[in-house]
């Protein structure tokens, strides 16, 4: 579906496109919260190590599958159950797929949080997609069919 008839939709049914500065806030929150969820999970390794740096450095950095496991699930079913996840319900925007105008599936969840951690991977490129077009679309929206609003 092009822009325009995007563009359409949405005026028509009174929704409006989320400003990039609301999806920075929420995409900064929800990371927070990830990684003091990943310190949890390695509190007892981390205060064993606290006085050897390199271990400490070991365990970060050994822990980064861990970390994308978890960023994937979290993304994926926050966003299939409530259109949104805890850093996009504190701002206020949602995530709708673009043909129903309702929360993504399963397999577009899924596939846009694969892409959107794919997405840091390759330095956040993929992010300055939403500067291409006036919906403010990202690579992992553009394929998984989703669109970030405003709540209503």
Known sequence: MNVDK??????????????????????????????????????????????DPEALIYVISSSWFILYVIRVAYQAIFVKMYGATIGKMVVKIRIIEVELLDNPSWKQSF???????LSEFLMYLPFFFVFTNAIYQSLHDRISKTLVINFR
């Open 6 to 51: 995007i563009e359409e939709i949405l005026a028509r049914e009174e929704f409006e496109v989320a400003p990039i500065w609301k999806r920075v806030l929420a995409y900064l929150i929800d990371d927070l919260l990830i990684s003091m969820v990943l310190i949890g999970i390695y509190w007892d390794t981390i205060m064993q190590n606290v006085n």
């Open 111 to 117: 596939l846009r949080s694969l892409l959107r951690a």
